[in-house]
């Protein structure tokens, strides 16, 4: 973990959050790389859940809602964690995290530890409203990305022609008060998640159909972005475990350097939010069947990924350390650098004009980022693209100027190959696919 923090940094993925200050607890900063992984992640999800469905829509809904609509969810009351404070240093932990508390014990190296009662912290962050002090309102920074999707459930229904079973997918930024932040970008304040919640009929066999229907596509997902299937499991949640809202729950789960750990979780919410919602509101949640004339409020099966920690497990998964080099074997549809151009040498202007020449080319057509690269010599070139996982190195040497071909360089078997100019783009085109 410590080795990829750091090529995490060196390589421009992921900063600490305003390190220059000292940081701020449980924040981090995206890179030039860091950003381009993010955005091929949650562009593969949204064209794989909206734009190749027919019974997905998408939304953007904003980040600070009317409080009432987090008493209605549930959260105030209910979406806290048990805290417990360390009596000799005053720090504090999970209560239910007890690989977190045992570690703790062992760093005051064999002092007696007391902890206080494990007392419920809420984990929603607050945020105040207005420009008159003392009449500002106070507000939650979404504690999950969900409620601004099923407040809007009649505006969608009313504005769109959607019939039920259908869903909404939302991309976007989550705030908590986590106790203990830890494991790089596994557990942060703020992070960002996908999110769909996939309204069906009130019946507990479309409930088990649809909850076991998006399980298997989304563990299928990851799957076909690279994760191995050994690495990959699910994990039921007993009663006692289930947040508030869910009658069934499972995290599909990744094998991390330190044990199972969850990466997104699919939920059966049954009408708890609709329902709650229609109860503070006073507004009706209900869905009209136009082809059975019945009238009722939907379940909703949800599906709740953390794209900070897909990003991480895609990350540690690609992570290698070979003799020569450390290379990221990034699924090519993931990579931050899709291709690098290569001139041989940065100072003979007719292999720049060349080499620039199939780079715009490339740049335009190319689907994703294509870098340039001319600093330093090829060898070290190469090392550099293969730590942020760059599949394809494409140089332009002085062979170039006679034959028109390139040699394309390929990052996991390192192994280079002559190829034509004039073929060059559908050939990267059709390894990138
Ligand atoms: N809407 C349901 C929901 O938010 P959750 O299990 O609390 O459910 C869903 O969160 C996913 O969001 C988690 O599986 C994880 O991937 C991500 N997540 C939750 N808390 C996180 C945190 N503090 N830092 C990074 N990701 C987090």
Known sequence: MEKLVALCKRRGFIYPGSEIYGGLGGTWDYGPMGVELKKNIKDLWWREIVELRDDMVGIDAAIMMNPKAWEAS????????????????????????????????????GVKVDWTEPQQFNLLVKA???????????????????????????????????????????????FRNEITPGNFVFRSREFEQME?????????????????????????????????????????????????YARMATDIEYLTPWGWDEMMGIHHRGDWDLSRHQQYSGKPMIYNDPETGDAFIPWDIETSAGIDRSLLFFLMDAYREEEKRIVLKLHPKLVPVKVAVFPLLANKPDLIIKAKEIYRNLKINIDG????????????????????????????????LEDDTVTIRDRDTTKQERIKVLGLLEYLQGKLS
């Open 196 to 244: 769909t919640q996939f309204y069906i009929k009130p019946d507990e066999a479309e409930g088990k159909k649809w909850f076991e229907y998006w399980k298997k596509n989304r563990i299928g997902w990851y799957l076909s972005l690279g994760l191995p299937k050994d690495k990959l499991r699910f994990h039921d949640h007993e009663p006692e475990k289930r947040a508030h």
């Open 369 to 400: 980022l294509v870098q340039w690269d001319d600093r330093g010599n090829i060898g070290k070139r190469y090392l550099a693209q293969d730590e942020v996982g760059t599949p394809y190195c494409v140089t332009v040497d002085f062979q170039t």
């Open 74 to 109: 549930g959260h105030v009351e209910a979406f806290t964690d048990p805290l417990v404070e360390c009596k000799v240093c005053h720090l504090r932990f999970r209560s239910d995290k007890p690989d977190e508390i045992k570690q703790h014990i062992e760093s005051h190296k």
């Open 128 to 174: 105040y409203l207005g420009v008159l002090e003392g009449k500002q309102s106070e507000l939650y920074l979404r504690g999950e990305i969900t409620n601004g999707v099923h407040v809007n459930f009649k505006n969608i229904v009313n504005s769109m022609r959607v019939k039920i079973p259908f869903g909404v997918a939302q991309i976007g930024k989550a």
